[in-house]
């Protein structure tokens, strides 16, 4: 069974903190990705990473960054936290190749006070 | 580039009617389309995809949807739902080529299965 693992399932940071969510998979995929929702506006891509140290933004890279030093492990960073990014953020994983599927994470519940 | 329309945000059905969850697309390539479902806090598993070949596609759970090209949509299908099947539904396109392997998802649909 492909795994797509994130560090945590919830998580409360102070506003202006720097924040670190990880994801680990275990099937040698070379995209991984990460993506943020919300209700109502469903799933929107934060960043995608094709190979180790390779990344290209999606549509709301602002006020993230993230990091693929390894295959396996994608993390994302919010540089200074703050309210507006309390939400729920999914990691997911495939192999090249638009007819591929994508594997997700349990996703991480992140609240900013 | 791609984009993905799902029409309704919510649909509650009874327990053993069928449902359909719409889907319309707008792209200038060929795509390729994926059904993903959301059981409550738990991460996305897909349903079903369509890559090529026949327009009916059937996918886990009961579920199947129709590729329609010349109405470019890409509706999910199930002739008689469960409790179960309550959950939000999501619509996605995969995105153009040349490394840029992307998804784009629609909005989601939440479907409520009541007694």
């Known amino acids: 069974d492909v795994k797509v693992t994130q560090s945590s399932r919830y998580l409360v940071k102070r506003t202006g903190e720097k924040v670190f969510l990880e994801c680990v998979q275990d099937?040698?995929?070379?995209?991984m990705f990460w993506y943020r929702q919300d209700p109502g506006l469903g799933l929107r891509l934060i960043y995608f990473?094709?190979?180790?140290?390779?990344?290209e933004k999606g549509d709301i890279p602002e006020g993230y960054s993230v990091s693929r030093e390894k295959k396996e492990r994608f993390s994302l960073i919010l540089e200074s936290a703050s309210t507006n990014q309390t939400s729920m953020y999914l990691c997911?994983?495939?192999?090249?190749?638009?007819?591929?599927?994508?594997?997700f994470g349990q996703g991480t519940r992140l609240t900013v006070v | 580039a791609q984009s993905v329309t799902q029409l309704d945000s919510q649909v509650p059905v009874f327990e053993e009617a069928p449902v359909e969850l719409r889907c319309n697309y707008s792209?200038?390539?060929?795509?390729?389309l994926f059904w993903y479902v959301q059981y409550p806090n738990q991460g996305l598993q897909l349903l079903l995809k369509?890559?090529?070949?026949?327009?009916l596609v059937k996918g886990i759970n009961g579920f199947e949807a129709e590729f329609n090209k010349s109405q470019t949509s890409f509706h999910l299908r199930k002739p008689s739902v469960h409790i179960s099947d309550t959950a939000e539904y999501f619509c996605?396109?995969?995105?153009?080529?040349?490394?840029?392997?992307?998804?784009?998802f629609g909005k989601g649909t939440k479907l409520t299965v009541n007694p």
């Open positions: 997911a994983s495939s192999f090249q190749g638009r007819t591929t599927e994508a594997f």
């Open positions: 099937m040698d995929h070379e995209n």
């Open positions: 990473s094709y190979d180790v140290k390779m990344k």
């Open positions: 792209s200038s390539v060929s795509v390729y």
């Open positions: 369509y890559l090529s070949g026949s327009t």
């Open positions: 996605a396109v995969s995105g153009p080529g040349g490394g840029s392997e992307k998804l784009v």
